[in-house]
């Protein structure tokens, strides 16, 4: 199957997990949810179109940055010894918070969507983007190294592909289960790496009643393992023409 492997640097980044606030803490690597939105946002979609995505690259160093922050509650009124700023009747705090950053980020995806006649509007949205294209939070900006559609084949590997130097990778946890992708550093009766269940993509359901509608997401989770990865011989893979790897969820 045909695919859009994508290779891009970042300079500061925030991949923010979406359980951490009072210090924004990021993923070592964007979540599928993020790189499956830039996609979507890049080509305009505007209903989900299905697709698989591998997530693999590195990051030189961490470090902590201070943003504004603006809080504020349905229908709270303004008061001048609690709020620092008046939006008609109600009030808003502002203050300042923490955001973990990810310093020289690279990255290398690959894109495979469901129905193979995007790939080349996939491939087009990336070479001439609408805007400039961001990965994260809005002004994380992206520098495209490479776009190129690259063929996958399920492959039955005759000797290991060990990954690219310093590289990590969301590995799906099926995958190492089914041993067949061996961790680098693996000491016997551990499995080395992080372990995530990363947020794939969402359906909006209705909690609520007729006369009173509460709409969420809910969302898709995917168990991954984030580790670096060294495909096995003798074992099968999706594996492009330049023998990289493709860890598709």
């Given amino acids: 199957m045909k695919a859009i492997r994508v290779r891009l640097r970042q300079d500061l980044v925030n991949y923010k997990k979406p359980t951490s606030f009072q210090l924004k803490e990021t993923y070592p690597l964007p979540p599928y949810s993020t790189v499956i939105g830039m996609v979507h946002n890049l080509c305009g979609y505007t209903a989900y179109q299905p697709m698989q995505v591998s997530v693999q690259g590195k990051y030189f160093s961490k470090v902590n940055d201070l943003y504004t922050r603006y809080e504020f509650k349905n229908a709270m009124r303004y ?7 008046q939006v008609g009747e109600y009030g808003i705090g502002q203050g300042v918070a923490t955001a973990e950053l990810l310093v020289d980020v690279e990255l290398l995806l690959h894109i495979v969507p469901e129905d193979q006649n995007k790939i080349e509007e996939i491939y087009t949205a990336f070479v001439r983007p609408r805007e400039y294209p961001s990965l994260g939070r809005r002004e994380d900006l992206v520098t495209l190294e490479e776009v ?13 592909i060990k990954a690219p130097e310093d590289y990590y990778a969301y590995i799906p946890y099926s995958l ?4 067949k992708v061996k961790l680098s550093h693996h000491v016997q009766g551990i499995r080395p790496g992080t372990r995530y269940r990363l947020p794939k993509n969402y359906e909006l359901v209705d909690y609520g009643t007729k006369n009173a509608p509460k709409v969420f997401r809910r969302w898709q989770k995917v168990d991954v393992i984030y580790g670096s990865a060294t ?8 594996v492009d023409e330049d023998r990289f790897v493709a860890f598709l969820a």
């Fill in 79 to 85: 008061e001048a010894a609690r709020h620092q700023l």
């Fill in 231 to 238: 495909a096995s011989t003798d074992e099968t893979f999706f």
């Fill in 176 to 179: 190492l289960e089914e041993e």
């Fill in 148 to 160: 190129k559609i690259v063929s996958l084949t399920l492959t039955e590997l005759e000797r290991q």
